[in-house]
Antibody, heavy 113, light 107 residues
């Protein structure tokens, strides 16, 4: 069974930093591009970032470009999102999402206040 | 970025009703479209992928159609468990985009 488990969320002050992690299991992690998608409280879904299988390419939404960095560790089946210069508008549940017929984690709440 | 326009934003319906949600892409996305169902406090659940393919385990009352720029999600006979918010998503490029969501409410 595919499982994606996010961790690292919490409360941080504006301007602060946070690093999210996603632990993957139940599939060959290195075969899939991976993504982060977020959802602000009471709002819709917003794609944040993507990384290709061998970390050759990373892509970012304009809203986070220059502040967030996506990375992965294929040896340990892990995905990361380093979030710097956090703003109130970054407050959201952050989901780790596998490409293909997508698989989603349960999400990790980040609150910037 | 490819804009996805979903309608309606809210839909009031009764159990047993046939329900249709529409999603329009700002440019052709071929069939690279998925539909999701989301309930409060839960992650989105994929219902349909590649515009018309039913995900394993999803009831057959859900169906998807369309290609290019116009897509439709249909629930043939609405059930109590179907009251939720639905999103379309394009994945024709690495830069995914989602529709604004359609909340299906009890009439």
């Amino acid at each position: 069974e595919v499982q994606l488990v996010e961790s690292g969320g919490g409360l941080v002050k504006p301007g602060g930093s946070l690093r999210l992690s996603c632990s993957a299991s139940g599939f060959t992690f290195s075969d899939y591009n991976m993504n982060w998608v977020r959802q602000a409280p009471g709002k819709g879904l917003e794609w944040v970032s993507a990384i290709t299988t061998r970390s050759s390419y990373m892509y970012y939404a304009d809203s986070v470009k220059g502040r967030f960095t996506i990375s992965r560790d294929n040896a340990n089946n892990s995905l990361f999102l380093q979030m710097n210069s956090l703003r109130a508008e970054d407050t959201a549940v952050y989901y780790c999402v596998r490409e293909g017929v997508t698989k989603w984690g349960r999400g990790s709440l980040v609150t910037v206040s | 970025d490819i804009q996805m326009t979903q309608s309606p934003s809210t839909l009031s319906a009764s159990v047993g009703d046939r329900v249709t949600i529409t999603c329009r892409a700002g440019q052709s996305i071929s069939s690279w479209l998925a539909w999701y169902q989301q309930k409060p406090g839960e992650a989105p659940k994929v219902l349909i992928y590649r515009a018309s393919n039913l995900e394993t385990g999803v009831p057959s009352r859900f169906s998807g159609s369309g290609s290019g720029t116009e897509f439709t999600l249909t629930i043939s006979s609405l059930q109590p468990d179907d009251f939720a918010t639905y999103y379309c998503q394009q994945y024709s490029s690495y830069f995914w985009t989602f529709g604004q969501g359609t909340k299906v409410e009890i009439k």
